[in-house]
């Protein structure tokens, strides 16, 4: 449910939750299992075929997202923190592994992601990080 006001909410997935999602070659949804449904707030139908990368919340800066495109296309694992919108606007951090899966021929497939709770104070150190690379401050 959204805040009062028009504010948004934190969803916190459970500490033992894993999210689990396949993306293929242009990193489109394939797979999400019921745990990211639920957590996202989207039916396997809407989240079929659409941009994994579409359910970042705005928060999370491009800049992070670019290093995690960046490394994706070089075919290589990517870990981080990252922030999440859920279709009813609020939202969940997740640390997100992302890993490249190949085909029986050994040619790039797509992607395996498995998202995480991460620790409070992970999320309390990141978030004036992530505003100041947002704001293009310097944070220290």
Do not use: C
């Not at 990193?27 to 994994?52: C, D, H, I, M």
């Not at 960046?70 to 981080?80: L, R, V």
């Not at 709770?117 to 309390?124: G, H, K, L, N, Y």
Request: cysteine-free; proline content about 5%.
């Amino acid at each position: 449910m959204s805040g009062i006001g028009g504010t948004t909410m934190e969803y916190k997935i459970g500490d033992s939750t894993i999210l689990v999602l396949l993306g293929d070659k242009t990193s489109r949804f394939v797979y999400a299992n019921p745990a990211y449904q639920e957590a996202s707030g989207y039916s396997w139908e809407e989240l079929k075929g659409t941009a994994t990368t579409a359910m970042v919340h705005p928060d999370t800066p491009k800049q992070v997202l670019m290093d995690m495109v960046f490394t994706i296309g070089k075919k290589q694992p990517w870990t981080g923190i990252i922030k999440n919108r859920r279709k009813n606007g609020d939202f969940y951090w997740v640390r997100l592994n992302i890993m490249p899966v190949y085909d029986r021929q050994r040619k790039f497939a797509g992607s395996l992601m498995a998202h995480s709770q991460p620790s409070r104070d992970e999320i309390a150190a990141l978030e004036p990080m992530y505003k100041s690379i947002r704001e293009g401050t310097d944070s220290g």
